[in-house]
């Protein structure tokens, strides 16, 4: 974990030119919940301020260690590698990358010990060409044609997961022990519980005439793909206890009449 | 692009006890961009509300569409799948699935023709237990262990944006469709099912002072797991009604004593 730290600081989030304080809290956020820290301001409108530290809910360690430049070129200062985001594709004739090719080119320049820049325009107007010019290839989030302006921290956070995911790659959480996992049934539980139902059924009375086969390969069917456990098990078994304890009175009742 | 359209209207963001407006814009957006449009509100604290419109930035068509329902049981109505977001591990048992394990279900699903929901939880609380058992899987989102809490509208956001990568990936899902497949059953007609069962429990005399609400969540959410069609709902109702029946007479013998 603490490799996926070190890894991590090796990444910066630079905004140029924010206009709203708000969408730089929340960006902070936003890389936070990812394990990034690494925030750049290139000139932004207005900042410190309380709106930006309102919605950071927390992460105010990332408004704080926050770089501030007045200009891009020291905004990428150190930096082997920027990627820029844009809605739209431009004039400009950079490569343009998926956010999963992004992240995958940045990672591995990070993984080579290099820091890696993720850039992200102005609110309304992007980044201008002179600013992806500085970039060595865009990263387009896929949005639809009519509707493609992401707000910036939302796309900050597409961009913040897809990396995080990267990064997480395949030392991915084996599946989630439960310490309170109960034992799953096994075949021969599974087949007691079976028969349980159907003497249930027979005593009961619910066959009618129709054929028991069918019925008891469509409850099969259904509880086989239930998986169940073996208190579920003790649960079931329960309940057709009670249900053949009613049938029985009532077939004592019957017997009477 | 018009299969996508039609398959993206097959989804809805289904968003739970929401407490801020603004939220409820943002999300509306968040969905927009990524071409979904189905929103549906289980009781909103405040809508509508201006700060939703401002937020929408120009998806007022999300929020003017939205259904609007008192509880979730009705807002997951005619959807057969319904998926919860969780940022914690919970004390409910239910499987969790990374996004894309998720989306990849809910593609599926879509792919078969069914509705599907993503959930919500309130932006403090989450989801409350009560909530998630009216859902099939759980998703996470693998946020850090120490800042795990991403905005609402966020967590919208990630689900609309894997969705569309997703369905962008196979553009041509070949849809496992079964010539002999009965329809899933739907949410509503769980909700009778369980009424049902419940009923069925007290007439047999299952619970001899044992809490019903644990006995039911337990059996909430191994039937969940199954996702039955709606011939295995009639075949257990069937069951029920014999059961219900047998205790009947009992009851009245019991009674004579």
């Not at 932004?44 to 360690?61: C, I, T, W, Y």
Request: with cysteine.
């Amino acid at each position: 974990m603490s490799d996926l730290t070190e890894l991590a600081s090796q990444l910066r989030f630079v905004l140029v030119r924010t206009s709203h304080p708000g969408n730089i809290g929340s960006a902070a956020r936003a890389m936070r919940t990812m394990g990034f820290t690494g925030m750049t301001l290139v000139a932004p409108h207005r900042f410190p301020h309380d709106e930006a530290s309102a919605l950071a809910a927390g992460a105010d360690d990332v408004l704080e260690n926050a770089a501030l430049h007045a200009g891009l070129v020291d905004g990428l200062a150190g930096t082997s590698l920027a990627l820029g985001l844009s809605a739209r594709r431009r004039g400009v004739d950079l490569e343009e990358l998926s956010p999963r090719e992004g992240v995958a080119r940045a990672l591995a320049a990070m993984a080579r010990g290099e820091k890696v820049a993720l850039v992200f325009g102005n609110e309304r107007t992007g980044l201008e060409n002179e600013e992806l010019a500085r970039c060595h290839a865009m990263i387009r989030i896929p949005s639809v044609d009519d509707f493609s302006s992401l707000n910036l921290s939302q796309a900050v956070q597409v961009m913040a997961y897809e990396m995080r995911i990267a990064m997480l790659g395949d030392q991915a959480p084996a599946a989630p022990v439960r310490a309170d996992a109960e034992p799953p049934a096994d075949a021969a539980q599974m087949e007691r519980f079976y028969e349980h139902l159907a003497q249930t059924l027979d005593d009961i009375d619910f066959h009618k005439g129709r054929a028991p086969t069918t019925i008891m390969l469509r409850l099969r069917k259904l509880f086989q793909r239930a998986q169940m456990d073996e208190r579920e098990l003790r649960m079931l078994h329960g309940i057709f206890a009670d249900a053949q304890r009613m049938a029985s009175i009532a077939r004592g009742k019957s017997g009477e009449q």
